[in-house]
């Protein structure tokens, strides 16, 4: 499988997953707070390049994928997500500047479960859901282990290991964009040279 291959196998991934999130959110009324960013300003967000392959690969196509990474080099350790847009002060308010293209953690949040060492269902969620959907939260940390389907974060974390282990390693969000762009713009430049050199 080359690059954009597995890009397109890590974007096959997520329509599953969007349709399964989509149902949940549905069937227990959570979902994220219109407007809210607390995730997102948190620079030690966990992922991996794979899962920003096809934010990379769009990120090239509209002639963006140089300048983010300038940007990413220049950033700092405690930084928020590059694509994050804050609307706030602390950062807390804002949203994604490409939520199509998101990665698989951004996807999972608030709509997905892990499995306790008891084997319980236990919600993927965060403090502001907690607190501001408390009823909402509790009926489907029930429900999820009766009768609601859930989307187990490890399975889909498990089809993308699938895909390519190595490129599965986790970093911060920021380093993981940064890794996805580097090997899209070697890609794009190898690919240009043959198309050079067959002309």
């Given at each position: 499988m080359n690059l954009v291959e597995k890009s397109q196998a890590t974007?096959?991934?997520?329509?599953?997953?969007?349709?399964?999130?989509?149902?949940?959110a549905s069937e227990s009324g959570l979902s994220c707070v219109s407007g809210c960013g607390f995730c997102c300003a948190n620079p030690k967000v966990p992922a991996s390049p794979l899962e920003f392959l096809p934010l990379a690969f769009d990120l090239y196509d509209k002639g963006l994928a140089e300048?983010?990474?300038?940007?990413?080099?220049?950033?700092?350790e405690g930084d928020s997500c590059v694509i994050y847009k804050p609307q706030s002060e602390d950062?807390?308010?804002?949203f994604c500047g490409n939520h199509?293209?998101?990665?698989?953690?951004?996807?999972?949040?608030?709509?997905?479960a892990r499995r306790t060492k008891y084997g319980k269902k236990d919600l993927i969620i965060?403090?502001?859901l907690k607190e501001e959907k408390?009823?909402?939260f509790l009926k489907a940390s029930e429900r999820i282990n009766n009768d609601m389907d859930i989307p187990l974060a490890t399975a889909f974390y498990s089809r993308l290991d699938e895909i390519d282990q190595s490129l599965c390693q986790q970093f911060t969000i920021n380093e993981a964009i940064a890794f996805a762009l580097?090997?899209?713009?070697?890609y794009k430049f190898y690919e240009e040279q043959e198309v050079d050199v067959i002309a």
């Open positions: 974007l096959d991934v997520f329509s599953e997953l969007e349709s399964e999130t989509k149902q949940f300048s983010t990474l300038a940007t990413l080099e220049s950033k700092d950062g807390k308010k804002g199509t293209k998101r990665g698989m953690i951004c996807r999972l949040f608030a709509a997905s965060c403090k502001v408390t009823e909402e580097e090997l899209v713009l070697r």
